[in-house]
């Protein structure tokens, strides 16, 4: 055997997969977990939900933030700045 070869590293699992694994019933050690909370930067307040599910929330809605649409101004009425997509029948007719 070549004493020159070293076994490969195997990938450390990011925040995102320590979080989802734990969400999932995975075995996450707490003190793992709270440190994925800090790198997704998830204070602890107290609030309706779990820190857990705030950061499963997070990690989905980044992972789909480029199919949501832009939004230009949000006051008291929200107004979308993208043009909508309109559904035409075959003779160019709104439906």
Known sequence: MNK??????????TSDD???????G????PHVLD?????LELVDTKV???RLQAAVASIL????????PQWAV???VVELR??????????????
């Not at 020159?4 to 699992?13: D, F, L, Y």
């Not at 995975?26 to 050690?29: A, I, K, L, P, S």
């Not at 559904?87 to 709104?94: E, M, S, T």
């Open 48 to 50: 309706s939900f779990t």
């Open 35 to 39: 440190e994925a909370f800090r790198r």
């Open 26 to 29: 995975g075995h996450v050690e």
């Open 74 to 76: 949000v006051r008291d």
């Open 18 to 24: 320590l979080v989802l694994n734990a969400y999932f």
């Open 61 to 68: 809605l980044s992972s789909v933030r480029h199919q949501l």
């Open 82 to 95: 993208r043009q909508a997509q309109v559904d035409l029948d075959i003779d160019g007719h709104r439906h």
């Open 4 to 13: 020159n070869v070293r076994p490969a590293r195997t990938k450390s699992p």
